[in-house]
Nanobody
Framework: HVQLVESGGGSVQAGGSLRLSCAAS????????MAWFRQAPGKEREGVAR????????YYADSVKGRFTISQDNAKNTVYLQMNSVKPEDTALYYC???????????????????WGQGTQVTVS
C-alpha cells in the first residue's frame, strides 16, 4: 500500500500562487507515477498533471499548461504542484494520486491510479 498526505491548500485571489505538497510513504513500486487530480462540485475528477518519478517526465492538462508545474523531491518522498496565475475555475478539491506506472503521453484516468490522498481544498476568488 501507499499512503499519501496532501497539504498546502487554501484560499487565494485570482492571479495569485499556491503550492501543494504530497508526502508519500509505502512501497515505492506503487508510486512510479505520481499525479494531481482535482474535482469541483458537480464535476468529474480530472487529471491536472503527472510525473514519472524515475525519469522526471511530466505531462499537463491543457487547462493548466504554462501555469502549473509538478515537481518532486525524492529525498523527501514529496511531490509538489506549483500553481501560478490561478483562476476561479481552478477552484476544486485537489488530490494526490499514485500508480505503478505512467501512461506515455497522457495523465491517465482516475481508474489508472491505485493510491489516493484525502484531498486539499483550493478556492480561488
Amino acid at each position: 500500500h501507499v499512503q499519501l498526505v496532501e497539504s498546502g491548500g487554501g484560499s487565494v485571489q485570482a492571479g495569485g500562487s499556491l503550492r501543494l505538497s504530497c508526502a508519500a510513504s509505502g512501497y515505492t513500486y506503487n508510486r512510479n507515477c505520481m499525479a494531481w487530480f482535482r474535482q469541483a462540485p458537480g464535476k468529474e475528477r480530472e487529471g491536472v498533471a503527472r510525473i514519472a518519478t524515475g525519469s522526471g517526465n511530466t505531462y499537463y492538462a491543457d487547462s493548466v499548461k504554462g501555469r502549473f508545474t509538478i515537481s518532486q523531491d525524492n529525498a523527501k518522498n514529496t511531490v509538489y504542484l506549483q500553481m501560478n496565475s490561478v483562476k476561479p475555475e481552478d477552484t476544486a478539491l485537489y488530490y494526490c494520486a499514485a500508480s505503478g506506472r505512467c501512461t506515455l503521453g497522457r495523465i491517465g484516468s482516475a481508474d489508472d491510479y491505485t493510491g489516493w490522498g484525502q484531498g486539499t481544498q483550493v478556492t480561488v476568488s
